[in-house]
């Protein structure tokens, strides 16, 4: 966590500020290790501060031992005026894609004189890099992932309900220790693999046809997400070849991946692939994105993102063909960015269309 601190005073220049004032729950928690709901830092070059209300005080004291803990409620309460008046702070950021236009102004009136400035993807762009800590949480909670597949494989039967596959997969996930899901499982089966979001529904397996179930879990607050597309009990050899395009593409992702190289390029090597054999129109969203305490943040691997990766990032590599009406299939891994490539932190088999 000090080192968190120490990182984000370094960019204090680069944004003209004295100090910040992190509103995030998600940024509380980077820099802090606060896990309660309620709590607003503020981070000057020498000093860190929480702002909480009595609920969470003995919390904050117990979990940041590197804050001075301020409790704003009663009367004890010390405004954010003052302490920014004692601070000898003049800008302070704030961060803009958390703050709404109207919680942004009644801020800056309220703390005037104090200049509030916004800032951009600050503590985010700390996040996109994952110390060791981080990245064995989320080993672990793709480790949940794969068991969970293994386990729901001999259930993908005609007759078993998209809806009754996801909730056997969350009571599966949850007994392992997962706390909570890290969005709702998709789970789409028959025409509806064709939609790359289709959360599941009560339409039942059908002998024949694709299912593409897309899960991640939260584990010791650290989020996981990997897909996986199988065929019920026999599968076409159209359904086989449009999976080994799929993975053709994805295994070209994941050999893209090293330090150095910008995300489009990872975003290229699979799309190119995919278009290659004619359908690159049925690809119509990102390759990838980053994971760690939410399951969808920085780096993204899209056409556009010039992010250049850097050891230790966590990215997810997740081609897809989708044809309306037929179906689809999405092949997804959560990869860590090493010395020399890449490596798989699931290890769900892939190598061929699963026909259950
Ligand atoms: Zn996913
Ligand atoms: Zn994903």
């Known amino acids: 966590m000090n080192n968190r601190l120490e990182k984000i005073r370094k960019l204090f220049s680069e944004y003209r500020i004295?100090?910040?004032?992190?509103?995030?729950?998600?940024?509380?928690?980077?820099?802090?290790?606060?896990?309660?709901?309620?709590?607003?830092?503020?981070?000057?070059?020498?000093?860190?501060?929480?702002?909480?209300?009595?609920r969470y005080i003995e919390q904050a004291k117990d979990q940041c031992p590197q804050f001075h803990i301020i409790d704003v409620s009663g009367e004890a309460q010390l405004s954010l005026s003052q302490l920014l008046d004692d601070r000898g702070i003049r800008k302070l950021g704030s961060e803009s894609d958390y703050l709404t236009y109207n919680?942004?102004?009644?801020?800056?009136?309220?703390?005037?004189?104090?200049?509030l400035i916004p800032v951009k993807g600050a503590v985010q762009s700390l996040r996109k890099v994952k110390d060791s800590d981080e990245i064995s949480a989320i080993k672990q909670s793709m480790d949940i992932l794969d068991s969970a597949l293994n386990n729901i494989i001999s259930q993908l039967k005609p007759g078993i309900t998209e809806r009754e596959i996801a909730l056997n997969l969350e009571f599966f996930a949850r007994k392992q220790g997962a706390t909570?899901?890290?969005?709702?499982?998709?789970?789409?089966?028959?025409?509806?693999?064709?939609?790359?979001?289709?959360?599941?529904?009560?339409?039942?397996?059908?002998?024949?046809?694709?299912?593409?179930?897309?899960?991640?879990?939260?584990?010791?607050?650290y989020a996981s997400d990997m897909t996986r597309t199988?065929?019920?009990?026999?599968?076409?050899?159209?359904?086989?070849?449009?999976?080994?395009?799929?993975?053709?593409?994805?295994?070209?992702?994941?050999?893209?991946?090293?330090?150095?190289?910008?995300a489009k390029g990872v975003d290229h090597a699979a799309r190119s692939v995919i278009e290659s054999y004619g359908y690159g129109s049925s690809f119509g969203h990102g390759t990838g994105h980053g994971v760690g305490l939410e399951v969808h943040e920085g780096p993204r691997l899209s056409k556009k993102s010039d992010t250049v990766l850097e050891k230790g990032m966590v990215v997810t590599v997740e081609p897809g063909i989708y044809l309306p009406g037929w179906g689809g299939v999405r092949i997804e891994?959560?990869?860590?960015v090493e010395e020399r490539g890449c490596r798989a932190l699931c290890g769900f088999p892939k190598d061929s269309l699963i026909c259950t």
Do not use: W
């Open 18 to 54: 004295d100090a910040l004032l992190v509103s995030s729950t998600v940024n509380c928690k980077y820099l802090s290790g606060f896990t309660g709901t309620s709590a607003t830092l503020l981070i000057d070059p020498y000093e860190a501060f929480l702002l909480t209300d009595f």
């Open 103 to 115: 919680q942004f102004t009644t801020l800056r009136d309220k703390l005037a004189p104090v200049k």
């Open 180 to 221: 909570g899901n890290a969005f709702d499982f998709i789970v789409a089966s028959g025409p509806r693999s064709a939609l790359p979001h289709g959360t599941a529904s009560p339409r039942a397996l059908q002998h024949g046809e694709l299912v593409t179930i897309d899960l991640g879990v939260i584990y010791d607050g």
């Open 230 to 262: 199988f065929a019920v009990g026999q599968c076409s050899e159209k359904q086989k070849l449009i999976y080994n395009i799929v993975l053709e593409a994805q295994l070209a992702g994941m050999a893209a991946i090293r330090p150095g190289v910008e």
């Open 333 to 336: 891994d959560t990869v860590v």
